[in-house]
């Protein structure tokens, strides 16, 4: 099993499903960007991009991997995406570098197609786990972090406002929000302290993928 020193993908946690957004004190809440989830990062020399699979999809983006290596020693969570014209995530644009495997080719699309990499959680940072501070402790610490880096942006968040961002959600058609519980440790696995919630855009795209919503 791959993995990120010691952590590994089985380790990522998981939002549950909500039906509409919420104003709630304590809480925060981001845009839900529609891409690759990954679990990222670099450890002796070591660099990873693994998928909710395990799969690594460091080959495949190097515009990333190079970022990364920028970096001190750190496990980050985030939504890899390929943005368009308009700074929209494109999920086709995305699967198919996912599917490149000529080195020419991957090469060529690092540039005329870049990924981005929008972190919303730092795991381990410099050899210490910070899993178990509280959210807001591990949002300052990744946002310290990653200062200006090029390709991989931390996600920003707001505070009891989640109808409002929804909404904005909606006029982009994005795929929704996720609310998060602002002094909740990381814990693996399906959390009552992330919640997921669709826009109609989100609930469509879902459909006609046949797939789960995959935070």
């Known amino acids: 099993m791959l993995s990120i020193g010691v952590i590994s993908h089985n380790d990522l946690m998981l939002a549950t499903s909500a039906g509409r957004p919420f104003d709630r004190p304590g809480w925060i809440f981001e845009l839900k960007y529609d891409g690759f989830r990954v679990l990222s990062g670099h450890q002796d020399d070591t660099t990873r991009l693994l998928t909710r699979r395990g799969n690594d999809l460091a ?11 920028e970096l001190p020693d750190l496990v980050l969570d985030g939504e890899l995406v390929v943005l368009d014209e308009h700074g929209k995530p494109h999920f ?3 699967r198919r570098r996912a599917l490149l495997k000529k080195r020419t080719s991957v090469d060529g699309a690092a540039r005329t197609e870049p990924a981005v990499m929008f972190a919303f959680d730092i795991l381990m940072l410099r050899g ?12 300052e610490a990744l946002q310290k972090t990653l200062g200006s880096s090029q390709r991989i942006r931390p ?3 707001v505070g009891e406002m989640g109808k409002r961002l929804y909404e904005a959600a909606c006029g982009l058609e994005l795929e929704g929000i996720i609310a998060k519980r602002a002094d909740a440790p990381y814990t693996a696995g399906r959390s009552h302290d992330w919640i ?6 989100g609930r469509h795209v879902q459909e006609q993928r046949g797939e789960r919503w995959g935070t």
């Open 59 to 69: 080959d495949c983006f190097p515009e990333i991997v190079a970022c990364l290596r």
């Open 128 to 139: 210490k786990d910070m899993r178990k501070l509280p959210l807001l402790k591990r949002k």
């Open 196 to 201: 997921k919630i669709r826009t109609p855009h």
């Open 155 to 157: 996600v920003q968040h």
């Open 92 to 94: 086709e644009r995305l």
